[in-house]
């Protein structure tokens, strides 16, 4: 047996779990993991824990439901929580949660890739590496490799996304950079109107 961290949302490999403490300070009664398949550090509960690890108990627990939870944790990330939390009390909520549309998605996705772009005249390389392309499953919401490419032919198709001369590369167009930036805007619009 591996002694190789999973994330206990998918099971694929995390970066580190450790135990945490109940927000009390007394017994153990979480973990924390970091997983580029959930995009990013999280706290979940024993109880969480417990139905995740327990599909067959609990059938609705999906990959549909995993997948609205993983973009959950990303947008609290996004709004300054750096290790959102989950407690089986909450899992419920993902059940009704709606799937983002593929707009969404691919604004999604863009995001990601421009975050992870040293310079904005970068090609982004879509390795074979599976770290990264967990990653971009998580930012896009997407279950599978083949919903991921169905994500990047859209934004290549909505002129988002410019192929390079290798089908792995990919470079932000001039309208890829502008929805970057109005994303950027309204979110420190909110936060400002917020504060």
């Not at 994330?7 to 580029?36: K, M, N, Q, V």
């Not at 909505?158 to 089908?167: D, F, I, Q, T, V």
Request: net charge positive.
């Amino acid at each position: 047996m591996s002694n190789t961290p999973r994330c206990f949302i998918w099971g694929t490999a995390a970066i580190e779990i450790y135990a945490a403490r109940a927000e009390s300070g007394g017994l153990l009664a979480a973990a924390i993991c970091d997983s580029p398949r959930a995009g990013g550090k999280y706290w979940i509960s024993l109880q969480a824990q417990h139905f995740f690890e327990n599909p067959d108990q609990f059938d609705w627990i999906d990959d549909a439901l995993k997948a609205r939870l993983t973009t959950w944790l990303i947008e609290q990330r996004e709004a300054g929580v750096e290790c959102p939390k989950i407690y089986g009390r909450d899992i419920n909520k993902f059940k009704t949660r709606g799937a983002l549309l593929m707009k969404q998605r691919a604004q999604k996705l863009l995001t990601y890739i421009s975050l992870s772009l040293a310079d904005a005249a970068d090609f982004f390389v879509v390795k074979a590496n599976r770290g990264q392309r967990n990653e971009m499953l998580a930012w896009s919401e997407s279950i599978s490799d083949e919903q991921l490419g169905n994500v990047l032919r859209y934004l290549v198709e909505s002129n988002y996304l410019a192929r390079g001369s290798k089908k792995n590369r990919f470079r932000l167009t001039a309208t890829g950079h502008e929805e970057v930036a109005k994303k950027k805007d309204r979110r420190e619009r909110e936060e400002t109107s917020s504060d």
